[in-house]
T-cell receptor, first 111, second 115 residues
Framework: RKEVEQDPGPFNVPEGATVAFNCTYSNSASQSFFWYRQDCRKEPKLLMS???SGNEDGRFTAQLNRASQYISLLIRDSKLSDSATYLC????????????FGPGTRLSVLP | GAVVSQHPSWVICKSGTSVKIECRSL??????MFWYRQFPKQSLMLMATSNEGSKATYEQGVEKDKFLINHASLTLSTLTVTSAHPEDSSFYIC???????????FGSGTRLTVV
């Protein structure tokens, strides 16, 4: 079983739609969780950290379920510019060392 | 914010030649630099971790004699792909960590094509 698993998609959604991605991780000792966004042929960029209590940043909401070992990302009111690959990232420590990247979920927002 | 400048952005080289990729942290000290490789439609895979002034730690399956990493200063780390072969064609990306805040900053990546 891979350490971090994601549905690769692609998810094709119309503008304005709400879309959610899940990510599961196998290491129960994982401490830090993140969502990164990667545009085609570009470097990953931090979208948001994921906290135990869940957190929201504008149209983006991230949640963590430690018991089930999954992380979710919800995007509301999708924009064309949200089209990208969303990477789930897990680390076993609080210092951000030893990042393990998921394979990413590709999102295409259509006009 | 923190910036890591990575060069070149892309390079095409002949099989058997060596290619050097540079990553510079512009406004912070990258005590640790991580080097990743990403094949098409796959996730980033950590190749090695380098700490300034010491030898890099390579992940299992990554040949240290083929992928030479130098991290001689707190602002510069290099990855040299020696005797490149077509199967080394990939997207290579570095990430510097600033221990002051444990933030990760990625370089913009280098797309290597070996022909």
């Amino acid at each position: 079983r891979k350490e971090v698993e994601q549905d690769p998609g692609p998810f094709n959604v119309p503008e304005g739609a709400t879309v959610a991605f899940n990510c599961t991780y196998s290491n129960s000792a994982s401490q830090s969780f993140f969502w990164y966004r990667q545009d085609c042929r570009k470097e990953p960029k931090l979208l948001m950290s994921v906290y135990s209590s869940g957190n929201e940043d504008g149209r983006f909401t991230a949640q963590l379920n430690r018991a089930s070992q999954y992380i979710s990302l919800l995007i509301r009111d999708s924009k064309l510019s949200d089209s990208a690959t969303y990477l789930c990232v897990v680390s076993p420590d609080n210092y951000g060392q030893n990042f393990v990247f998921g394979p990413g979920t590709r999102l295409s927002v259509l006009p | 914010g923190a910036v890591v400048s990575q060069h070149p952005s892309w390079v095409i080289c002949k099989s058997g030649t060596s290619v050097k990729i540079e990553c510079r942290s512009l406004d912070f000290q990258a005590t640790t630099m991580f080097w990743y490789r990403q094949f098409p439609k796959q996730s980033l895979m950590l190749m090695a971790t380098s700490n300034e002034g010491s030898k890099a730690t390579y992940e299992q399956g990554v040949e240290k004699d083929k992928f030479l990493i130098n991290h001689a200063s707190l602002t510069l780390s290099t990855l040299t792909v020696t005797s490149a072969h077509p199967e080394d064609s990939s997207f290579y990306i570095c990430s510097g960590q600033d221990l002051a805040n444990y933030g990760y900053t990625f370089g913009s990546g280098t797309r290597l094509t070996v022909v």
